[in-house]
């Protein structure tokens, strides 16, 4: 689920911080950039391990601070595909199951990959697993907000979220009004595009909510309970074992 990745960087110290130790300031400076931040291809960036080097400082003309090149090693949340976790469910919506582990929010179950077969109740806006029982009825499970699911990572997705060029002029802006609702959707589902997103899918068995598995292996602890051999022994007048059933 973490991973170290080892980069380069050309670290900027201002002089406001010539009283630090280069290494702590360093330090200081690439926290201040890189936590909690997505890497395009990378990851998301939790803490600074540690710097493998630092290259000598140099001033360039015209800028006071301090300019180092820094080979260090950071690490990052990035689970490999295939890896089963555990998180809470965020919210649901037609699109499917929105999952957070917490510092993590973009993992998206989409309906495809749910339980088969599930729908979407709208009065609870939850998704609901259709479980087939013996005698041909459904029971109703429910992913309910909060509950804690177990989920497989089945694809990761980075998209590239920084800005692409300066906004139009406004005389190519055109004039028509559907034209304009339509550029102005399109900016703002930009706005909101997530860098990093993780593809996750419940469709198998052992996966989902907790307490659907929970609750099953209570029933097979009362049957196996209840199936368990009851037979009694009573000693006959030889002191032989005679078997009631």
């Not at 201040?32 to 395009?40: G, P, Q, T």
């Not at 080097?53 to 490999?80: Q, W």
């Not at 907000?145 to 190519?172: D, H, L, N, Y």
């Not at 292996?217 to 078997?243: P, Q, R, S």
Request: include cysteine; charge should be negative.
């Amino acid at each position: 689920m973490f991973v170290l990745a080892e980069l380069k960087d050309n670290v900027r110290i201002g002089p406001d911080q010539f009283n630090l130790k280069l290494v702590d300031a360093v330090r200081d400076e690439i926290d201040r950039k890189l936590a909690n931040k997505v890497l395009l291809n990378v990851g998301l960036c939790i803490a600074l391990k540690e710097i493998v080097s630092l290259k000598d400082s140099i001033i360039l003309p015209g800028d006071g601070a301090s300019h180092t090149e820094v080979l260090f090693r950071y690490v990052v949340f990035r689970p490999m595909v295939g890896t089963v976790l555990t998180g809470k469910i965020r919210n649901c919506s037609r699109d499917g199951v929105h999952v957070t582990l917490g510092f993590f929010d973009d993992i998206l179950i989409p309906h495809a990959a749910l339980q088969h077969p599930s729908r979407f109740d709208e009065a609870e806006q939850a998704w609901v697993w259709e479980y087939p029982l013996e005698d041909g009825a459904k029971h109703d499970l429910f992913m309910d907000v909060g509950e804690p699911i177990k989920f497989r990572v089945s694809r990761e997705i980075f998209e590239e979220t920084s800005p692409i060029g300066p906004p139009k002029a406004e005389g190519q802006v055109s004039q028509n009004a559907s034209t304009s609702a339509a550029a102005a959707a399109t900016a703002a589902s930009q706005e909101v595009k997530a860098p990093y997103k993780i593809i996750g899918a419940i469709n198998e068995s052992g996966l989902g909510v907790l307490s659907w598995w929970d609750q099953q292996v209570k029933e097979d602890d009362l049957d196996d309970e209840d199936g368990e051999d009851n037979t009694e022994y009573d000693n006959d007048e030889d002191g032989e074992g005679a078997c009631e059933e």
